[in-house]
């Protein structure tokens, strides 16, 4: 198998756990943050620099890399790791989520999805298989299957029929899939914020038998409770010796919150995307470096933390460098942000060997400004 989990330590006191997940690109230490690469670069973000701030696994995106430069060329390169020159573990998403925000310019049929490239209009179809095609032309460690990511709110009939159509979606995923002893598949559970609907799924993918499972279909816009009360009553249903990752969530809140709750993986796009708008996350909550406050500040962006940003510049400095429009500055946030991010969790891996994972969430939640 391309997969392999190693459940370390448990938590007495909730679901958290401390894991390990060893690939054919190297081991990741869990619970784990995942920096993503849609376009086959973490934005700002050399290689080494990803090394620097700790990340042990990054995401590539199968919808815009299908869109260019093309699978087959970077299949040519010996898949992303050899394009992007990464000798550490990649987990690439299906591109549903993607295909299915293109709204007005895609029509889903039980075959799959058709769709107009946001690029230049062309028209593609996305099969299961085509999917999985693409994804074992990318190389990835990790791939996930094809699946229909449905809107907040959404109709219950609607998030049945989508969630049931997933299901059948990841059965034909698993027969394409061929590289077992390279990439490990993971399922997708959907099923909205309906608790039948999530207890439905969770067991009917659980039953397809695969190396790991994500939840899906979340941080859409729905209020954090039901995120968690989702998570409460999914996370149980899937297997205690297999991975499970939290899609799209990357929030410190919702990180901690999701380990709690027995989560051992998560990606987000928001550390770099706030991160090139000026805003970065500090012990003491979110700060906004652009803002006329900090034009003579000589503080770093926080003081705790060891990034090479924070070792280096002044808050003035790198405030000046986002109002120039400097693409150091963008930079300078962006290598901050993943590293308080892979600080936070491990972090969160040590508090969780002390037995101490609810008050590090109090007190943390009380220094960044949650409780406020």
């Known amino acids: 198998m391309a997969l392999k989990f190693e459940l370390i330590m448990e938590c007495n006191k909730t679901e958290a756990r401390i894991g ?40 590539g995106n199968t919808y815009h890399l299908y869109i260019r430069p093309g699978h087959k060329l970077i299949e040519d390169f010996g898949g992303l790791h050899g394009f992007m020159n990464w000798d550490r573990p990649i987990l690439t998403d299906s591109g549903g989520f993607q295909v299915f ?5 895609r029509k889903i049929s039980e075959e799959g999805v058709e769709f107009r490239s946001h690029l230049d209009g062309s028209k593609h179809f996305f099969t299961p298989e085509f999917v999985i095609e693409i994804e074992e032309s990318l190389g990835a460690d990790i791939i996930m299957a094809f699946d229909e990511c449905i809107p907040y709110p959404c109709e219950k009939d609607y998030a049945k029929k989508s969630m049931e159509r997933t299901v059948r979606w990841l059965k034909r995923c698993k027969k394409a899939h061929k590289k077992n002893d390279k990439q490990a598949l993971f399922g997708i559970v959907q099923g909205g914020i309906f608790k039948d609907l999530r207890i439905e799924s969770a067991k009917m993918t659980v039953n397809i038998d695969l190396p790991g499972y994500a939840i899906g279909g979340l941080s859409v816009g729905e209020p954090k409770e039901i995120m968690n009360e989702v998570l ?12 499970r990752y939290l899609m799209g969530v990357g929030s410190p809140d919702s990180l901690i919150d999701g380990v709690i709750r027995g989560i051992d993986m998560f990606d987000c796009v928001l550390p770099t995307r706030i991160a090139r708008n000026g805003t970065v996350m500090t012990s003491r909550g979110k700060l906004v470096v652009r803002n006329a406050e900090y034009a003579k500040d000589s503080l770093p962006l926080d003081e705790n933390c060891d990034c090479y940003a924070c070792k280096n510049f002044s808050r003035a400095y790198i405030r000046h460098l986002i109002k120039a429009g400097e693409i150091l500055g963008g930079r300078l946030t962006t290598i901050h942000n993943l590293r308080f991010l892979q600080n936070l969790m491990k972090d969160i891996r040590d508090a969780i060997r002390k037995g101490t994972i609810l008050s590090f969430r109090e007190e943390f939640f009380e220094s960044y400004g949650y409780n406020k």
């Open 20 to 59: 390990r997940v060893y690939t054919p690109h190297g081991v990741i230490d869990t619970p784990a943050f995942m920096p993503v690469g849609t376009q086959a670069t973490v934005k700002a973000m050399s290689p080494d620099e990803l090394k620097e701030i700790g990340a042990q696994i990054i995401l």
């Open 101 to 105: 925000s293109l709204n007005e310019l």
């Open 232 to 243: 409460d009553y999914t996370v149980p249903l899937l297997p205690k010796y297999k991975p």
